[in-house]
């Protein structure tokens, strides 16, 4: 065979091998883009491997599976709230129909996918996506959870006071406020909602979200109006009354005066003082004077009895203790007033007759003389005579006059022959009612006491024995009390 048919017949060989390749290239190629699509048309609906949404591994997952994945996270929710004190409460999800409610982007997820990239995915290649967990919650029963809260609902809830002033101890004094723990129930509704709308799980209860007081102790004008009633009941006034009591006006009766000025503070006028010292002096004079008024005696021989004190009883200067009470009250400072007497009692000892006096019973015809409360001397005597009225000794209370000795007596002139109706010496006299007085009498008695002044009196005096007479004289002096009283 020639050279030349041989070079032609490999060619054609050659020719038909290099064919025989491609075709079966061709079926290759042909055969794996076919797989190939067949591949990436399951990726239609399902997504490619590698494909992360939420955090999720989907890959080969259909739509509706990953939406259950996003829902069992979503819907495994609960919110903690933190209150004022520290406590904590919990709002499940369940409690509120907190619930996921699909928006679709899964499903747009897997539509804007490209299938023909499914080979990247098998490749290690990762397509990270983000859905909106869009959730839905119940409001009714949301509003229901709330109002359940103890923080709402609890019994020890304290409601915010404001800060207030009261009297203590003779002055007001600031109250402090009460912040209280009670929540303004709709506003943290509110502020819950938004929480829950942002998927959010724990919330701090702002302060904003709770009452507060409207006044605070440190409040400027509470503080001012403090100042301005303390400033004008301040002092106390005293007045020593008989008795040795001591009467006063201070705090306690001012801050009943004070007048609300009505611009945030008080006043205390002086016409307003002057009243009201004026009424407490009337007062004072009601319970206290004693001049010409009967007040109780402890007599020896009839118990209690009642006496008049005529013109030494106490009788105060209303007048004159009014205006002195007057400027002290305006001059806001403890002041003790020394009182101003119309007329002056015996003693400032709540009996008005004192430790020491003298007792002249005419009913028992007995006289004691009493010195610092201890009996000094007591003796049968003889008063004025019962049956004659003009010879009675007179009643009353009554200080001695004068004390002299060795005195003769004269009676009334006898208007026919104008001697004295009678001559009496005696060796002690001591007047108390212009002439009648206490005197001894020995010399022309020989017995006291008795019913003998019923029939045998005196002129109007007090006989008495000559000792009892001598004890009595070395004794009184004109601050000595005189109490002649008749017990019928």
């Not at 994945?69 to 929710?77: A, F, G, S």
């Not at 005066?257 to 009505?262: A, E, P, S, T, V």
């Not at 006989?463 to 002096?477: D, F, L, V």
Request: charged share 25%; hydrophobic share 35%.
């Amino acid at each position: 065979m020639s050279s030349a048919s041989t070079g032609a017949k490999q060619k054609k060989n050659k020719y038909l091998a290099w064919k025989i390749i491609g075709v079966l290239l061709a079926v290759i190629i042909i055969a794996s883009v076919t797989s190939y699509v067949v591949i990436a048309n399951q990726y239609q609906e399902k997504f490619i491997e590698g494909t992360k949404i939420n955090n999720f591994d989907v890959s080969d997952m259909q739509p509706e599976e990953v939406e259950e994945l996003i829902r069992e996270e979503v819907e495994d929710y609960d919110l903690t709230v933190t209150f004022r004190d520290g406590r904590k409460e919990v709002i499940e999800g369940e409690q509120i129909g907190y619930h996921f409610v699909p928006d679709g982007s899964v499903q747009r997820f897997l539509d804007e996918q490209d299938p023909m990239t499914w080979l990247r995915g098998k490749l290690g290649d990762e397509t990270v996506l983000e859905a909106e967990a869009k959730t839905e919650f119940d409001e009714e029963k949301l509003a229901a959870v709330v109002d359940a809260l103890p923080e709402i609902a609890g019994e020890e809830i304290v409601a915010p006071a404001d800060a207030y002033y009261e009297w203590q101890d003779g002055a007001y004094v600031i109250i402090p406020e009460i912040e209280g723990d009670t929540i303004r129930r709709d506003q943290l509704l509110e502020e819950l909602k938004s929480v829950l709308a942002e998927s959010g799980t724990s919330y701090i209860v702002p302060e904003e979200t709770y009452q507060h007081p409207d006044v605070y102790a440190d409040n400027e004008a509470l503080n001012a109006r403090v100042e301005s009633a303390n400033a004008l009941v301040k002092g106390t006034i005293s007045i020593e009354m008989p008795g040795h009591v001591t009467e006063s006006i201070g705090p306690d009766d001012l801050k009943e005066w004070i007048i609300d000025d009505q611009a945030g503070g008080y006043v205390l006028p002086e016409e307003v003082v002057r009243g009201k010292c004026e009424a407490f002096i009337k007062g004072l004079a009601e319970k206290y004077d004693t001049y010409n008024k009967d007040i109780p005696f402890a007599s020896q021989n009839f118990g209690e009895i009642m006496i008049n004190l005529s013109s030494h009883g106490w009788e105060l200067d209303q007048a004159a203790v009014t205006e002195a009470f007057t400027q002290a009250v305006l001059a806001h400072e403890d002041t003790q007033i020394e009182p101003t007497w119309l007329h002056q009692g015996f003693t400032m000892e709540a009996d008005g007759i004192g430790p020491t006096y003298i007792e002249c019973d005419i009913a028992s015809q007995h006289v004691y003389y009493f010195i610092n409360g201890e009996l000094y001397m007591d003796t049968p005597v003889v008063t004025g005579t019962a049956t004659n009225s003009s010879r009675r000794t007179p009643t009353g209370v009554y200080l001695l006059e004068y004390k002299t000795k060795d005195r003769t007596l004269l009676g009334q002139p006898d208007p026919e022959t104008g001697e004295p109706s009678y001559r009496s010496h005696v060796w002690f006299w001591m007047p108390f009612n212009g002439s009648v007085g206490f005197h001894d009498a020995d010399g022309w008695r020989s017995r006291y006491g008795g019913t003998i002044f019923q029939y045998s009196g005196s002129h109007g005096c007090v006989n008495m024995p000559y000792n009892a007479a001598k004890a009595m004289y070395a004794e009184i002096n004109k601050e000595t009390p005189i109490i002649v009283h008749w017990q019928r």
